[in-house]
């Protein structure tokens, strides 16, 4: 208490209460000492950088005026420098393409402003969000790590820590099933390139007028490298099981995948149980007029990737573009795309090989849409058909179903008839669960409410609210933007006042125990009440004025946002841009390494060197190593 006694007030107010991390050690074992003042600060805690000079913002100077140059270029062309055949899942950057140059007068003003001359901007002795010993306790983990395994959890509950042997053990008994998964000696990826590269020919020489559309395919082909899985706990579950992941990011694979997705995902939206989020659910249930003797049901397929029979499930994406009128003309290109998808799924795990022998390619972007229409065909051509009149509410999120049933006194056996028409859908299995008065859905609560149905939050219990803390050495606006986009999503998701209220002082004390002043939230709090009133938000919404990011690393100990601008002229070059009705200059931090970077390596790394070789010479030659080809 004495040590108390002399503390600042601030000091005291900023301490964090809530450090908490989930040990998944083997019970006897002794880990680093103290490694709860680390973790327990959150894997999305940024430790302060080390300082930046004043390079790095000269730097950043040519992408800012070559966004300029490409928004003076398309600002005759649209009233809202928006592109109509833009889309990210298949927008392939050209690194090589030169914009002309802006008005003569702006040119001028970012030649003046590339000759400027920066003075240093570090200072001599620069404040550090972490003591001396978390520090030392950092770089002892980061060597450390072939002995100790960081990793986040399932469902975003928290950082947990277990043993890399008690690791390597819990990931390989996931993949010791001899039905779902085969090791291999090599992964033949020259043979998966030059498959991809046939199909993509194949396409172009069909249809000559969309090469531009499907650059994606083989964009990054001849830099990929095959995907790694790796495992995370799901520490909800009794017992904890593995949420198997496979990262398929730099796989050969993975341009066609993304094609597939954008030719697909039309279809799935269209699918009448079809939801993307919880925000779209939630806005269709408070529509709905309350049934008094609605029954509400959530059902769940285990397993559904790995289930899911391939063939079948192109039969299914088959069935979905001959119903379009007429018949989708690139039809057979994407079942075999899809296939060559399906058919090379080869990933790696430290020192082995493996192939997934069954069920649609896990990591892949294809697979959840591809999931998405093999279960909507059943539910448009068997279950709607035959139960429509008893399914009040039919809505599923993946393989997460929400049901409010319709009873029917004349039809007593139509759940269990509803039922077995699930179990007839080829290779998933059930689980199902009754809910009398409400049920919780994704991140909802769903209940009867007067006339009408009411929702409210659902926070899982093993949740340990880790929001990033006081003194995490995040971006201006960070904190800000969180709490405003949590109460938004709050005030969303609660039908009733009372029940808005007591979560956002749950979240209040929350942010207290990770360290925030209390005058600092009670400010932060204000703002975002105010800014969720409709006018605020819709000033907000109707704001179309163009900006242009100039993009810097953050500092804390750095210059602040008006220094930069004053030492760069930048207040100056917005003028001159809106004259021209172009935007104005923002400068637009990007966040440091946080603790997640530093210490959890999701790709497990071969232990021998003969293992590493086997996979490089299974890769085949690289003759072009960059990635934008």
């Not at 030649?111 to 770089?139: A, G």
């Not at 609660?494 to 929350?510: E, G, H, S, V, Y």
């Not at 009133?533 to 704001?543: F, H, N």
């Amino acid at each position: 208490m004495r040590m108390i006694a002399y503390m600042p007030v601030r000091e005291i107010d900023n301490r964090v209460n809530n450090l908490s991390f989930h040990n998944l050690t083997p019970e006897g074992t002794v880990i680093t000492r103290g490694i709860k003042t680390l973790l327990g600060l959150s894997l999305k805690f940024c430790p302060t950088p080390r300082p930046i000079n004043s390079a790095a913002y000269t730097d950043a100077l040519p992408s800012l005026f070559r966004s300029i140059r490409i928004g003076n270029m398309f600002s005759s062309s649209s009233s809202n420098n928006t592109r109509s055949d833009y889309n990210k899942l298949t927008y392939v950057p050209n690194p090589g393409f030169q914009p002309v140059s802006a008005p003569r007068v702006i040119e001028n003003q970012l030649t003046q402003i590339s000759n400027i001359s920066l003075p240093p901007l570090t200072p001599s002795h620069p404040k550090r969000n972490l003591n001396y010993h978390q520090r030392r306790l950092l770089d002892n983990i980061r060597h450390q790590q072939q002995h100790l395994k960081i990793l986040a959890t399932d469902k975003n509950l928290g950082p947990a820590v277990m043993t890399m042997e008690q690791y390597r053990d819990f990931c390989m008994a996931h993949l010791n099933q001899p039905h779902a998964y085969e090791k291999v000696d090599i992964i033949p990826i020259q043979m998966i390139r030059d498959r991809i590269t046939r199909f993509h020919q194949q396409y172009i020489r069909t249809f000559p007028s969309q090469q531009k559309d499907v650059r994606i395919i083989t964009a990054y082909l001849d830099a990929s490298t095959p995907a790694y899985f790796h495992g995370i706990p799901k520490i909800h579950k009794q017992p904890m099981g593995c949420r198997p992941i496979v990262s398929n990011v730099t796989a050969p694979t993975n341009g066609l995948s993304r094609w597939l997705t954008y030719m697909l995902q039309p279809f799935a939206c269209r699918i009448s149980s079809y939801i993307r989020d919880s925000k779209q659910i939630q806005v269709q249930v408070q529509q709905l007029p309350l049934l008094p003797t609605g029954e509400f049901y959530t059902f769940d397929v285990e397993h559904m990737y790995t289930s899911i029979p391939v063939e079948a499930a192109l039969d299914a994406v088959n069935w979905f573009l001959l119903r379009q009128q007429p018949p989708h003309p690139a039809r057979l290109f994407i079942i075999e795309g899809l296939r060559i998808v399906m058919q090379e799924n080869y990933f790696t795990f430290g020192d082995t090989n493996w192939k997934q022998k069954i069920g649609l390619a896990m990591g892949t972007p294809v697979a959840p849409v591809l999931a998405t229409l093999y279960l909507g065909y059943y539910e448009e051509q068997m279950i709607m058909p035959q139960l429509k009149m008893s399914l009040y509410l039919y809505k599923r999120y993946l393989d997460d179903i929400l049901i409010i049933w319709k009873p029917n006194p004349n039809a007593p056996h139509e759940f269990n008839r509803f039922r077995a028409l699930l179990r007839r859908i080829p290779g998933l299995s059930w689980t199902w669960e009754h809910h009398p008065n409400e049920v919780n859905f994704l991140d909802l609560w769903i209940y009867k409410f007067g006339d009408r149905y009411g929702i409210r939050t659902h926070q899982k219990v093993l949740n340990l609210y880790l929001y990033p803390t006081f003194s995490s050495a995040h971006p201006p606006g960070v904190q800000k933007g969180l709490i405003y986009g949590l109460l938004l999503k709050y005030q969303q998701q609660n039908t009733q006042r009372k029940d808005f209220i007591a979560i956002a002082r749950l979240f209040f004390q929350r942010l207290r125990d990770r360290g925030f002043h209390y005058n600092t939230l009670k400010k932060l709090f204000d703002q975002a009440i105010s800014q969720l009133s409709p006018l605020s938000r819709k000033r907000t919404i109707d704001s179309t004025e163009n900006k242009f990011f100039f993009k810097i690393p953050y500092d804390p100990n750095g210059p602040p946002r008006s220094e930069l601008r004053k030492l760069l002229q930048l207040d100056t070059l917005s003028q001159l841009l809106s004259n021209y009705g172009l935007g104005r200059v923002v400068i637009c931090y990007t966040r440091p390494k946080n603790l997640g970077n530093l210490l959890t390596r999701t790709k497990l790394q071969p232990t021998t060197p003969a293992a590493a070789t086997s996979v490089q010479d299974a890769r085949g030659t690289n003759p072009n190593p960059n990635p934008n080809g």
